[in-house]
Nanobody, 125 residues
């Protein structure tokens, strides 16, 4: 059974930074494409960032490009999302997800096979 557990969320002022972590257990992380997605109150879930198996390929939504960085440490089975220059519109529940079949990066939430429980990020103005 594959499990993903996120941590690192919290309350931060606009312009600040947070780093989210996602620990994957059950299978080696190196076998997965991983991604971060988010869902703001009253809105649909949206793609944020994705990383290929090796981490050499990454892809970001336009709304976070240049501010967020996805990275992974396969030896630690951990995926990170470094979030800088946070804005109030970044407020959302952030989810880590894994795709066991894809290659490259994945921006379609329906392609992901496994999901974490989410971690809440609140950015105050």
């Amino acid at each position: 059974q594959v499990q993903l557990v996120e941590s690192g969320g919290g309350l931060v002022q606009a312009g600040g930074s947070l780093r989210l972590s996602c620990v994957v257990s059950g299978r080696p992380l190196s076998r997965y494409v991983v991604g971060w997605l988010r869902q703001a109150p009253g809105k649909e879930r949206e793609f944020v960032a994705s990383s290929s198996w090796s981490g050499s390929n990454t892809y970001y939504s336009d709304s976070v490009k240049g501010r967020f960085t996805i990275s992974r440490d396969n030896a630690k089975n951990t995926v990170y999302l470094q979030m800088n220059s946070l804005k109030p519109e970044d407020t959302a529940d952030y989810y880590c997800a894994a795709d066991t079949r894809a290659d490259g990066t994945v921006d379609d939430e329906y392609e992901y096979d496994y999901w974490g429980q989410g971690t809440q990020v609140t950015v105050s103005s």
